[in-house]
């Protein structure tokens, strides 16, 4: 049998969860993106520090 035989398609009609797992899910979520927004952060900063510093010059002449 090939690959394309055991495909099948699902289709999600509803994701029963209770209100208290999904609030601690989200909590848990917001407070593991906090390191990622700071290391995202620390790489945009520098980009644009080596950026700033190529085109500082430019506007002179």
């Known amino acids: 049998m090939s ?3 055991d495909k ?3 289709t999600v009609v509803d994701v029963k969860m ?3 797992s999904m609030v ?5 979520l917001a407070i593991a993106s906090i390191p990622a927004v700071i290391i995202l952060s620390i790489i945009f900063a520098l980009l644009m520090a080596v950026f700033g ?3 500082h ?3 002179r002449y």
């Open 57 to 59: 010059g430019m506007g």
């Open 8 to 10: 099948q398609e699902v």
């Open 53 to 55: 510093g190529m085109f």
């Open 18 to 20: 209770p209100f208290t």
């Open 24 to 28: 601690i899910f989200l909590v848990k």
């Open 3 to 5: 690959a394309e035989n």
